[in-house]
């Protein structure tokens, strides 16, 4: 008898979302859930071409479910259990969520090699502005800069 | 005159955006627009408090709104104008979208100096999995990779 708290029982359920919407054809074979004290709160899938959405990744999925589900902006004490390692957007929206822990299947190789690559994007992220082969141009700092002031200086601001 | 094309003017837009919805009390101070062919396709702003979606950054949100209006989950094409410098997950957002060039306005430390450390969010992403301050724990690759095979084997994929 497995326990309900075991951790396989979880990741079987993002494993099972993979194969399910991939076979529905939703989008790529990746799935998630966010567990909270032993119950799942958010369950994401792939949905990048089906709702023509590229941040329709499973983990992003799973966490703006979890969030509505929780109607928090935080999953502070929660858990996510993807069915391959995240990438960059993932990732920094798993911390954005502020998640605790991140169980995952597939890794980046295996990703790599169904043409999902995952390590050129986590090269270019790392890579100093000028590097990257995305070229970025700053212009009207100042403008923006008053914007941020105005929001230092704002008392009701809600922080996150 | 200005003339339409003159990237200011889409900036300008970007920024108005941030201080609007930010005024409003919808999220953090960021703005951003999706441009083709000299014409505004997707608006986005800050909405992470208000709508309880810690993905909701305003080039997320530009992103999804770009996509929605041309039906497509490409934006090969289009260029990205952000009153901020993206943080990861907007970045690798931006390239999951194939967004061709980036302008933003405040930088990464301009944003670290109203309490937005993004910087600290580049090294996380950029560590060796050991070395994060996330834990991250592999399981049931075995499962897992039989859906990547899977997928790989499916005649009717649609690659993104």
């Known amino acids: 008898m497995s326990l ?5 029982t979880f990741m079987a359920r993002a494993i099972e979302l993979s194969r399910l919407h991939m076979e529905a054809g939703e989008g ?4 998630a859930v966010v567990v909270k004290d032993g119950v799942i709160v958010g369950e994401g899938w792939n949905r990048v071409t089906s709702t023509c959405d590229p941040t329709a ?3 992003v999925t799973a966490i703006r479910q979890a969030c509505a589900s929780l109607a928090s902006f935080s999953l502070q004490g929660c858990e996510i259990y993807t069915s391959c390692e995240p990438c960059p957007m993932c990732l920094a929206a798993i911390y954005w969520a502020r998640l605790g822990r991140i169980y995952y299947a597939n890794d980046q190789a295996d990703a790599a090699a169904i043409s999902f690559d995952d390590a050129w994007l986590y090269r270019e992220v790392a890579l100093p502005l000028p590097d990257r082969s995305l070229p970025l141009t700053q212009l009207m700092r100042e403008e923006a800069l008053a914007v941020f002031r105005a929001w230092d200086a704002k008392a009701d601001k809600i922080r996150y």
């Open 28 to 31: 790529g074979p990746f799935g």
């Open 4 to 8: 309900p708290l075991d951790p396989r």
């Open 57 to 59: 990744h499973a983990e």
